[in-house]
């Protein structure tokens, strides 16, 4: 695989390649990831439920993060890796420049940072610093307790216009990506064609600019509830590798998500 930049995402969504992206944690799925096309490895805070056997995102740290940058770092040499900030490490802007530090010395290209309004100072300055930034809006799990559980978000006029104003204002502070989790498929489709940078969903319909799983869902491993959005494409393929080709080639196609992975 040829390196992925910022630059190459940016032409991808110029030419309506889709983007595929995956959570990875270790080094050995990191190198299959890449191997079979995946562009965007993302060390998602995830890792708290789905390697931890926490409940929620809540008790990853950023050393938490960090370990496993490094790993997926080591597999994949050219891969675009982005880690995220967890849960309170970013709450303000000096404690977002601690936090980056670490996660981009162990091989980020770019981090990941959960809201709207509140952080568009520390996306603004985050990347005046260097540190090329991803917003995430809709569905974001480290606010799970005050959504009152894993909900679709935005389908209200009021709060879907919240939401493209908030997507525009994270890109003019200075984002590159941006993820959109669990919303309906308009509202995705409306943010998407307003920004001028790439957007990857979940739960967010296939007319985004790519699309982002968690790989324990994907391999149909993770244990308790499994979202609507996503797919089992081991039971699929009943061989790993396969099932990674398969996802890319289903969202190269826009044949995954389908409407029954969906939010009307
Ligand atoms: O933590 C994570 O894995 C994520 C994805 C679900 C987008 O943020």
Redesign the pocket.
């Known amino acids: 695989m040829a390196k992925i930049t910022t630059a190459v995402l940016q032409k991808m969504k110029q030419q309506g390649d889709k983007i595929t992206s995956l ?1 990875a944690y270790d080094a050995s799925f990191a190198k299959l990831f890449a191997d079979e096309g995946v562009e965007v490895l ?1 060390i ?4 708290g439920m789905v390697l931890q056997g926490h409940g929620d ?1 809540l008790p990853v740290t950023v050393q938490d993060i960090a370990y496993h940058t490094r790993c997926v770092r080591a597999g994949a040499p050219d891969a675009f890796v982005i880690a ?1 900030l967890p849960f309170m490490s970013y709450a303000s802007t000096e404690q977002a420049f601690a936090s980056v530090t670490p996660l981009m010395q162990a091989g980020a290209n770019m981090v ?1 940072l ?1 809201g709207g309004d509140f952080l568009l100072p520390t996306v603004q300055a985050l990347t005046e610093r260097g540190v090329p930034v991803c917003g ?1 809006l809709g569905l974001t ?1 480290q606010s799970v307790h005050l959504f009152g559980g894993y909900k679709v978000q935005g389908r209200s006029n009021k709060q879907a216009d919240a939401m493209l104003r908030q997507a525009q204002a994270l890109q003019a502070a200075g984002a590159q990506l941006l ?1 959109l ?1 669990c919303i309906p498929v308009e509202l995705a489709n409306r943010i998407t064609a307003a920004l001028s940078i790439p957007v ?1 969903g ?1 739960g967010a319909g296939a007319g985004t600019d790519g699309q ?3 790989m324990h869902d994907l391999l149909g491993i993770s244990s308790g509830y499994i979202p609507k959005f996503s797919k089992n494409f081991l039971q699929q393929t009943g061989e790993i590798r396969s099932a990674i080709r398969q996802y890319v080639a289903d969202v190269k196609s826009q044949s995954f998500p389908a409407a029954e992975h969906s939010f009307q």
């Open positions: 959570t993302l998602g805070d995830s890792l995102t995220d990941k959960e995430h799990p993820v989790e990857i979940i982002v799983l968690v």
